[in-house]
């Protein structure tokens, strides 16, 4: 018999949620590398959970997304980057994760990388200013004033 059967189906997944929020814990304090294993740890924990797909998508998803904020924190742009990705195939409709990986771009001054990223949160959310917003500022950092004119016409 597997030991963890005798914790429970959901033991995985509420040792995922303990680790989650120690790395939690660690990064609001500032300790971003402690605050990378704990997510590391939670997401190898909820990836072997016997949960329902859909659930567990979602769970690993968040993960992805605070774990590549995280290393966002530590210069770790392109590992950040690539939980991001990972996190877009699981919920590709979320805007929290565009948001995070243009702001990625932005912290890199990677504007014209940018510009598609915030698009797209415009696409999903035409009415969230921050996709808008953040758009206007990587134009304007190109120096693109007159796209950025032409493209407000078109609202």
């Known amino acids: 018999m597997n030991i963890l059967k005798l914790f429970g189906k959901d033991y995985l997944t509420k040792k995922s949620a303990k680790l989650f929020d120690k790395g939690y814990a ?18 190898r924990a909820l990836e072997e959970a016997d949960i329902d797909q859909s659930k567990k998508n979602e769970g ?7 774990l590549a904020h995280t290393r966002g924190k530590i210069g ?8 991001l990705a990972r996190a877009l195939t699981l919920k590709p409709d979320d805007v929290g994760i565009y948001w995070s990986l243009g702001s990625l771009k932005l912290d890199q001054n990677q504007f ?14 035409p009415l969230d200013s921050n996709g808008h917003f953040f758009r206007g500022v990587c ?12 493209t407000s016409k078109n609202l």
């Open 26 to 43: 660690e990064f609001e304090k500032g300790n971003y590398k402690k605050a990378v294993d704990n997510f590391l740890d939670s997401l």
């Open 112 to 125: 014209k990388e940018g510009i598609p990223i915030f698009e797209k949160m415009i696409e999903l959310s």
């Open 76 to 83: 770790q742009f392109e590992l950040a980057e690539q939980d």
């Open 139 to 150: 134009m304007l950092e190109l120096g693109n004033i007159e796209s950025l004119f032409l």
């Open 60 to 66: 690993i998803a968040n993960n992805l997304a605070m």
